[in-house]
Nanobody, 123 residues
Framework: QVQLEESGGGLVQAGGSLRLSCAAS????????MGWFRQVSGKEREFVAG????????YYSDSVKGRFAISRDNAKNMVYLQMNSLKPEDTAVYYC????????????????WGQGTQVTVSS
């Protein structure tokens, strides 16, 4: 069992940066892949980024590629999402997710979810 808790959201101007953190508890964290998703009210949850359990493979949606970077520190049970060059369309609730069965891009594949953190980008 893995519990996830996001932090680091907030209000930022367009062009600015934020770093989201996801703290994980549970003995199996180091052995599972992780991902970040986001959701705007009334819309479906959208894949943002994913990272393999060793951190040697990363995955990004086309909308954030080149601007966002996912990383993890297994010694600290942490996953991060560095978000640069933020745009108003990045505004959403961001969720940390854990243990995708096979497909990092599909939210149906993940077993564990955090409660989410709000990111708001003003123009």
């Amino acid at each position: 069992q893995v519990q996830l808790e996001e932090s680091g959201g907030g209000l930022v101007q367009a062009g600015g940066s934020l770093r989201l953190s996801c703290a994980a508890s549970g003995r199996f964290f180091a052995g599972i892949g992780m991902g970040w998703f986001r959701q705007v009210s009334g819309k479906e949850r959208e894949f943002v980024a994913g990272i393999s359990w060793r951190g040697d493979s990363t995955y990004y949606s086309d909308s954030v590629k080149g601007r966002f970077a996912i990383s993890r520190d297994n010694a600290k049970n942490m996953v991060y999402l560095q978000m640069n060059s933020l745009k108003p369309e990045d505004t959403a609730v961001y969720y940390c997710a854990g243990d995708p069965t096979q497909d990092y891009y599909s939210d149906d594949e993940y077993d564990y979810w955090g409660q989410g953190t709000q990111v708001t980008v003003s123009s």
